[in-house]
Every structure is written in C-alpha cells, then in structure tokens.
C-alpha cells in the first residue's frame, strides 16, 4: 500500500489506481476470462512476492534504475544546475533568432540540444520553456500554439541520444544489450523528428507572416565562451557510452568533469549553495522516478 501512495503522490491518482487494481489480479485470476485466466493466490502470498520476490517491486525495473538511471539523473541535474538550459537557449538564439518565426525555431533547436543531456520532457520545458514560450507569444504565436511547440519539442528530448529517458534504459535492460546500441538506433528518428518539426514552425511563420528577435540575438562568439566546457563533456560522456561501452560510469565521469570544468569561469561557478541545491534536485528526481518504477515493478510481478 505504501508503494501504490508513493506512485500517486508521484505521477497522480491514474496511475496510482491503475497499480492497485492490476497489482492484485492474483487475488482474482481465477475468475478472468479467456488468455487473462490464471490461478489464484491469496493476499498474504501476493504481498510477499510482490516485497520479497526477485520478479516484482525489486525486480528488473528497480535493478535498471540502481545500475543505470541513477547516474545520468545526477548528470541531468548537473546540466541544470551549471546553467545548461540557459546556455541552450542563448545558442540556439544566436544560431535562429534573427529568422522569421525565431523564436519557435529557438524552442526547437534548444530543446533538442538541451534534451540530449537531459532526457527529460518535463525538465526540459520548465528549463527552456519559461523562455520561448513569452518570446514566442511576442512575435505573434498564439499561446495554444506557443505551448504545442515547446512540448513537442521537449518530448522528443527523451529519445535524443546520448542520455535518454527511462524507457531506453529498460529497452536495454529487457533485451539485455549495451546502451549504446539503443541510443545508436535512436539518433536518425530523433533527427526527423526534430527537423520535421523544424519545417513545420517554419511554414507555419511563413504563413503567418510572423517576426524575429533579430535585436535580442547573442553573439555566438560570446554564448560559446560562457558554455564551452559542455563540449568536452559531451565528448567525454560519448567516449565512455560507444568507444569503452562503460555505460555504467559514464553519467558519473561526466558529471565529474562537468563540475570541474563549470568552476572554471565565474559565471558557471557553483557556490556551496547551489551546490546543495544540485544534491537535493538530484534527491528530489530520483524519488520521484523511484517511487513510480518500484511501482512499476509490481505491475510486472502480478503477471
């Protein structure tokens, strides 16, 4: 009961409800029809396999999230926490800022770029989404669709290699082949996807007629300066996932190289506060995610 509670306190009262029913069909197997059919077990044995048992709440899942998960959420909020998103943004603005539609284009190519180290939907639209979508606004999108673009965008960022999100973690773990190789297969459909909806927020300003932020662009010569380091990082997190095929290490290497190198110039710098900030943030995510995975983990022990 406490694992369904953490779920819903999770990922809402959906997903808790669906736990709970499907995570007693022992208790009524018997009485199921056709293919569903199954023999019984009572509450006592239910529960012990589902806390006990290799196969349930501790099984594949909550294994996938201990040997691989755990690393790149501490990565992702490394990126976060040395002002990864912003970075992101000013990049993307001084690449497609001046263009018709700017601002969409901005939210396309930032989420992208911020997605591949993140590989997380909602993170990245609190991270690049407080800033396109205003702009978007500014130069006349409308707000349903200044939000249908920075959500497409964002969501995509869970299947941009190299850090993904859980599923491609579990993909890996089910078919029981590195990463590496699932990430390998995602980079062309995460390009279509991304230069698809490139396309379409183009066609979609020129229809409208809308404007630029060319007056708000960055020098790239000076977004490069402030957020250099995240390029040695990404290669070395790429080194370690597809050349020495060490995607447990990885996310920490990465991480470590990431802290150092972001101390380096003053405005990356982490203070002991923001420090802290990081470790709670990491904290945070990680319960989270942990909470419905364990959860998930019941659904698979109760077939």
Not at 133 to 146: L, Q, S, T
Not at 191 to 199: A, D, K, M, P, S
Not at 252 to 269: G, W
Request: aromatic content about 12%; overall charge neutral; glycine content about 10%.
């Amino acid at each position: 009961f406490l694992v369904v509670e953490s779920a819903r306190r999770a990922a809402g009262w959906v997903l808790g409800i669906f736990i709970l029913i499907v995570s007693t069909y022992p208790l009524f197997a018997q009485y199921m029809p056709g293919i569903l059919q199954g023999p019984s077990r009572s509450f006592l044995l239910t529960a012990q396999f589902h806390m006990l048992g290799i196969d349930s709440a501790m099984g594949l899942v909550v294994r996938m999230f201990g040997d691989l998960l755990l690393g790149y959420i501490l990565f992702g909020a490394a990126v976060v926490a040395t002002g990864g998103g912003q970075f992101f943004l000013n990049l993307a603005l001084s690449l497609v800022g001046h263009t018709r539609g700017g601002p969409a284009k901005v939210s396309v190519i930032a989420s992208f770029l911020f997605g591949t180290l993140s590989g997380s939907a909602p993170v990245n639209v609190l991270t690049t989404g407080c800033v396109t979508i205003p702009a978007m606004k500014k130069v006349g999108y409308a707000p349903h669709d200044a939000g249908a673009v920075e959500c497409c965008a964002s969501t995509a960022g869970t299947l941009t290699p190299p850090v993904m999100g859980a599923n491609a973690f579990l993909m890996a773990s089910y078919l029981n082949i590195p990463y590496a190789y699932v990430a390998m297969a995602a980079a062309i459909p995460a390009i279509l996807y991304y230069w698809g909806l490139f396309i379409q927020v183009d066609g979609y300003a020129a229809k409208a007629r809308l404007g630029s932020l060319a007056e708000e662009v960055p020098p790239l010569i000076e977004t490069l300066k402030v957020g250099w380091f995240y390029l040695p990082v990404v290669a070395v997190l790429a080194y370690y996932l597809f050349v020495l095929r060490a995607e447990h290490e990885a996310p920490y290497v990465a991480t470590a190289a990431m802290l150092v190198l972001a101390q380096i110039r003053k405005q990356t710098r982490l203070t002991w506060q923001g420090f802290l900030g990081f470790l709670e943030k990491t904290g945070q995510t990680a319960i989270e995610l942990f909470s419905v995975l364990i959860a998930v983990g019941m659904l698979m022990g109760a077939f």
